[in-house]
């Protein structure tokens, strides 16, 4: 793949439908634990009213975001209780550093780790992976985002709270198109009724 030349880029090439399969490790119980999801990405331009009202709400004049993008999730987890809620959706808004391009601010609506407004450092890395760092409270997330091919995202995250990680995280997600998307059965869509989780 060619070189990503900032965040916005990134993003652009992130929007679309992405099928998900994840592999979490609760590191305290030393057992892992598998889920799937479906994830959208709707890459938004600077002047989109939602990057306005993520700036607007996190004080930062919008004039200074580059884009984000508008994410929704749903899926499932195999320890997920009954009526267990894991969908959702978040606004996310990039505002870059005025000397380097290439990290700054993300933005969000809402945090994974906590449904509240949550700021979070990014930087490309030589690999030209999105690393996002973010900071709660009681916890801090480092998360790890990059390309195999145009179609196939790795993602990764580590949980860190209360002096430890409790939790290692590893994505492969693969895009989806229309052109090869099956049709869904009786099965698919009765799962789907059911499947719930993060993205």
Known sequence: MNSIKDAKEFFQQSAGKWRSQRTTHHLPFRRAESGN????????????????????????????????????????????????????????????????????KLLRERGYAEIVPVAGEYHLDREDGLVLITEYETMSIMERFWFVSPDLRLRSSTVKRFGGFNTATFCAESRVSEATEPEPTTADTDAKAFAISGW
């Open 37 to 104: 999801s479906e994830i959208n990405v709707e890459f938004l331009d600077a002047g989109d009213e939602k990057i306005a009202a993520i700036c607007q709400m996190h004080d930062v004049e919008p004039q200074k975001a580059i884009g984000g993008a508008f994410v929704s999730w749903d899926g499932s987890m195999a320890w997920d209780k009954e009526n267990e809620d894991h969908k959702g959706t978040t606004v996310f808004a990039l505002i870059p550093d005025s000397e380097n391009p290439r990290k700054g």
